[in-house]
């Protein structure tokens, strides 16, 4: 499967974006999505993921939680990060990936080529 992500740009803290991540090939469906950012001179970071279909279980990590969601959109191949109350920290390249371990797997193996998110202060 290919991703790509868009959306990326330029906010002021306090403010939103959504990116997205559409995905070619069949049975998108059956991948567990997820969002990760590295900023300059960090590790990359896990941000959340979403489950394939069914109750579209979500997982975020304590750093964006109540501010970030993860939708999806399997007509569309599409999953989404809506990211509310932003801060200058949340600044980094965003990545999707996806995988069809299981929900909980942190091994990702199909992967976007990143969006950048810069917020001002």
């Known amino acids: 499967v290919q991703l790509v992500e868009s959306g990326g740009g330029l906010v002021q803290a306090g403010g939103s974006l959504r990116l997205s991540c559409a995905a070619s090939?069949?049975?998108?469906?059956?991948?567990?999505m997820g969002w990760f950012r590295q900023a300059p001179g960090k590790e990359r970071e896990f941000v959340g993921r979403i489950s394939g279909s069914g109750y579209y279980l979500t997982y975020y990590a304590d750093s964006v939680k109540g501010r970030f969601t993860i939708s999806r959109d399997n007509a569309k191949n599409t999953v989404y990060l809506q990211m509310n109350s932003l801060k200058p920290e949340d600044t980094a390249v965003y990545y999707c990936a996806a995988q069809t371990r299981n929900f909980y797997s942190r091994e990702y193996d199909y992967w976007g080529q990143g969006t950048q998110v810069t917020v001002s202060s």
């Open positions: 090939g069949r049975t998108f469906s059956g991948y567990v």
